[in-house]
């Protein structure tokens, strides 16, 4: 669980150092069923994050294109305001953030010297 969100960190600071500002996170579908990981999340990116009602996320997205473009909402956003439906937050834990900052910085550790063990490994 904690690999897979310092994942997300990786590409979340990859658009910070690309200056692109993320005002608001959303999560939706089977791994919002998850407290724990949503808990995880939220604190390893230090932001809070919202849960919405849709268990398939990516099919209210495409819906709210197809909406947009058959004109029947006049912009993006209103489509988003009137489909998408927000059932709960999760914020980051104070207590925890310390260590899952630790914990990045040693995942951001491992990932390069892996590079260089897969590297010396495909020369066997």
Same mark, same amino acid.
């Given at each position: 669980?904690?690999?897979?969100?310092?994942?997300? +960190?990786?590409?979340?600071?990859?658009?910070?150092?690309?200056?692109?500002?993320?005002?608001?996170? +959303?999560?939706?579908?089977?791994?919002?069923?998850?407290?724990?990981?949503?808990?995880?999340?939220?604190?390893?990116?230090?932001?809070?994050?919202?849960?919405?009602?849709?268990?398939?996320?990516?099919?209210?997205?495409?819906?709210?294109?197809?909406?947009?473009?058959?004109?029947?909402?006049?912009?993006?956003?209103?489509? +988003?305001?009137?489909?998408?439906?927000?059932?709960?937050?999760?914020?980051?834990?104070?207590?925890?953030?310390?260590?899952?900052?630790? +914990?990045?910085?040693?995942?951001?550790?491992?990932?390069?010297?892996?590079?260089?063990?897969?590297?010396?490994?495909?020369?066997?």
């Amino acid at each position: 669980m904690e690999g897979v969100a310092f994942t997300l +960190r990786m590409a979340f600071d990859a658009l910070k150092e690309n200056e692109i500002e993320i005002k608001e996170l +959303r999560a939706g579908g089977g791994g919002t069923k998850s407290p724990l990981w949503m808990r995880i999340f939220s604190s390893v990116l230090n932001m809070p994050i919202k849960i919405t009602e849709c268990d398939e996320p990516a099919l209210l997205g495409s819906a709210q294109l197809g909406f947009y473009a058959l004109k029947i909402f006049k912009s993006l956003q209103e489509a +988003r305001e009137k489909l998408v439906k927000v059932k709960g937050i999760y914020h980051p834990e104070e207590k925890m953030l310390e260590y899952y900052e630790r +914990r990045y910085e040693f995942f951001k550790y491992l990932l390069k010297s892996l590079k260089n063990a897969f590297k010396k490994h495909s020369q066997l």
